[in-house]
């Protein structure tokens, strides 16, 4: 079984729905992020959480909302969903002293 | 200006070939520093840290040059199963990741 899982893997909304994405990790990992991916942006941080009280904003949170509902879950809300927040929507995992990010296989989200 | 660049490619390269990508960031106090390999549609994969002194793992080769702020990596003998994008990632702090945009290679038969 996959240690990084996300659900959904695909899911089409339209402007203004609110949804949300969830992310599972057996890894026992402390840290956990969210991320999206757009065609030539590459990777950006939408938020992370270090551990269950611990929630900070990265790169580009404006739009997004997140809770750490336990260790080992981690979710990623769109309140109010519009248009430019399609896009491939990866969480990771990271613990133990080592960097390394673990990340799950991805939320294609599409906004109409 | 990003804080990580990278050269889009694509790189196509026949097989046996030896193919070096390069990436610049902008932060001169960052620490970390990996290479990610993600496949078409798939999730990023850690593909190597990037040590101070420059690591190998079998045909692969990192190095890290602080004066100019780059990080590069080297591909011997490229195999078709190289075919991918190859993200590079700076982490000023050990807390947040900035990735590049990657850069796409094809190896051919």
């Known amino acids: 079984d996959a240690d990084v899982t996300q659900t959904p893997r695909n899911r089409i909304t339209k402007t203004g729905k609110r949804i949300m994405l969830e992310c599972s990790q057996t890894?026992?990992?402390?840290?956990m992020y969210w991320y999206r991916q757009d065609p030539g942006l590459g990777l950006r941080l939408i938020y992370y959480s270090f551990d269950v009280k611990d929630i900070n904003k990265g790169e580009i949170s404006d739009g997004y909302s997140v809770s750490r509902q336990a260790q080992a879950k981690f979710s990623l809300s769109l309140e109010s969903a519009i248009p430019n927040q399609t896009a491939l929507y990866f969480c990771?995992?990271?613990?133990?002293?080592?960097?390394?990010?673990?990340f799950g296989p991805g939320t294609r989200l599409l906004v109409l | 200006r990003k804080e990580v660049e990278q050269d889009p490619g694509p790189f196509n390269v026949p097989e046996g070939a030896t193919v070096a990508f390069n990436c610049t960031y902008s932060n001169s106090a960052s620490q970390s520093f990996f290479w990610y390999r993600q496949d078409c549609r798939k999730e990023p994969k850690l593909l190597m840290s990037v040590y101070s002194s420059g690591n190998e793992d079998g045909r692969f080769t990192a190095q890290l040059n602080r004066a100019s702020q780059y990080i590069s990596l080297l591909i011997r003998d490229s195999k078709l199963s190289d075919s991918a994008t190859y993200l590079c990632?700076?982490?000023?702090?050990?807390?947040?990741?900035?990735f590049g945009t990657g850069t796409s290679l094809t190896v051919i038969p």
């Open positions: 990771a995992t990271s613990g133990g002293g080592d960097l390394t990010q673990y």
């Open positions: 890894k026992g990992h402390d840290r």
């Open positions: 990632v700076v982490s000023p702090t050990g807390n947040q990741f900035y």
